[in-house]
């Protein structure tokens, strides 16, 4: 299993938008990816789910992805969340 940390720098958080582009991007790879915030973790496969945890600019997010294609998924995901939140 691969993790990292981000805090989310974007003034709105994970809105509707950045989290859409986050789901198509985690549906790109095997792996079981998810998204730990708050005490909550969530599918980050799931719009709805993400969108529920309700995280703000500030908060710290950690994403984890198990299986054959980890390393790939979690660099991809991590250059996500620096390029878009």
């Known amino acids: 299993m691969r993790t990292f940390e981000y805090a989310i720098i974007d003034e709105l958080g994970i809105h509707a938008r ?14 079981k990816i998810t998204l730990s915030a708050k005490g909550k973790t969530m599918d980050a496969g799931k719009l709805m789910m993400i969108m529920g945890m309700g995280i703000k600019q500030g908060d ?26």
């Not at 950045?18 to 792996?31: H, I, N, T, Y």
């Open 18 to 31: 950045p989290a859409g582009m986050l789901v198509k991007e985690v549906k790109k790879f095997d792996s």
């Open 60 to 85: 710290v997010v950690t994403v984890s992805a198990e299986g054959e294609d980890e390393d790939t998924a979690i660099a991809a995901i991590e250059k996500f969340f620096k390029e878009n939140l």
